[in-house]
């Protein structure tokens, strides 16, 4: 039995939905959340969830096959929903009797949905409004990521505080809905469950985690890092819709700027079109963060991480870090 009562009961939906002992999802961190770190959320009791980013599906399919191997509790598999592959991973999916997919960075495409479900597994939305998640709830979406603005990576313009606010009270009663973005300590996992979350999601307290196999240099970068050192990139041209991107300063930063400048002024040549056009930021940002994760390039790499950074002062295993989790807000709940 937990020893954690009072945090368990209010996470008992979201515990039920996604089979595991404790309703903390890591988030999906490209390159970071892969068979070693997954393997070790799951094995503490939360849920483990592979980035499938650029991979193909021969990539994704050994990787789901590795994580298996080290982890016989349940995780996910993130997918990108403008993968060119998308149908092709969801098969690997299918292969391997996945039970949870995420479906993340837009709208799911046409048939997504229900191919997903069509093998038994569960879908999780993300929704940026609520009239966008109560439609992604209708058409087939069993549960529901609200991501705040201070979340590393790809973002929304609004704060976690404000969509927990807006989303909670209008869904939570009938629906599983997980709350991410700057979330660090376990207060706040408390308060957000207090408002009616089932739970909660994590990337950037994981991102370091002992498991994880990120550079040494990269999780140095993070331990030396305060809150304002993660900060959202910039729009160059309005034409070309670029989602910003949360991450520490640096050299790729700039870089970054470059190069939408390059891409806007391949669109005014009419070199490529739109979709092209994302898909080459989209592939930027994957070999960005593939420099800063795996080779420890944090001057030219992409350094992306939340806000709640600051937290992260220290490598620790994944157990450690969910056991302090889950203490710090039975504490709260306890002494509230």
Sequence with gaps: MTSYPKTAALMQRGREFLGCEHAILCGAMSWVSERNLVSAISNAGGFGVIACGAMTPELLDTEIAETRARTDKPFG??????????????????KHGVSHVVLAGGIPPKGSVEAIKEFGAKVIVFAPTLALAKKLLRSGGDALVIEGMEAGGHIGPVSTSVLAQEFLPALADDHVVFVAGGIGRGEAIASYLEMGASGVQLGTRFACASESIAHPDFKKAFFRAIARDAEASVQVDPRLPVIPVRALKNKGTEEFTA???????????????????????EHFWAGALRRAVIDGDVENGSLMAGQSVGMV?????????MAALMSESEAALTGR
Aim: charged fraction near 25%.
């Design 313 to 321: 002062t220290q490598e620790e295993p994944v157990a450690d870090i």
């Design 259 to 281: 190069k939408q400048i390059e891409v806007a002024g391949k669109l005014d040549r009419e070199e490529v079109d739109m979709g092209e056009a994302q898909l080459q930021i």
């Design 77 to 94: 598999v993130n997918l990108i929903t403008m993968h060119p592959q998308l149908f092709d991973l969801i098969a690997v999916c299918s």
